[in-house]
Nanobody, 124 residues
């Protein structure tokens, strides 16, 4: 059984920054790709960023590219999402997820386990 625990969310002003963390347990972390997704009220969960098992490949949603950075520390079983230049439309619950493949992916259906989520609120 894999467990994922996100942290780092909170309330931030427009153009501010936050760093989300997600710690994984119960699986050989470095073998598997990770992703960050978000869900705003009344909307479907959407892809934000993904990183391969080795950390050598990343991919971002167009809406966050250039502002967000995904990274991982396999020694600490942790994936990060550095969020800069935040906008009100970034407000959502952010989830991390892990899949049974080393290859990064953007579809929610390709991920096997999910965290409980952490709220990010950007105020203007």
């Amino acid at each position: 059984q894999v467990q994922l625990q996100e942290s780092g969310g909170g309330l931030v002003q427009v153009r501010g920054s936050l760093r989300l963390s997600c710690v994984a347990s119960g699986r050989t972390f470095s073998s598997y790709a990770m992703g960050w997704f978000r869900q705003a009220p009344g909307k479907e969960r959407e892809f934000v960023a993904t990183i391969s098992g080795s950390g050598g490949a990343t991919y971002y949603a167009a809406s966050v590219k250039g502002r967000f950075t995904i990274s991982r520390d396999n020694a600490q079983n942790t994936v990060f999402l550095q969020m800069n230049s935040l906008k009100p439309e970034d407000t959502a619950v952010y989830y991390c997820a892990i899949r049974s493949s080393r290859t990064e992916a953007i579809r929610t259906s390709l991920y096997d386990y999910w965290g409980q989520g952490t709220q990010v609120t950007v105020s203007s």
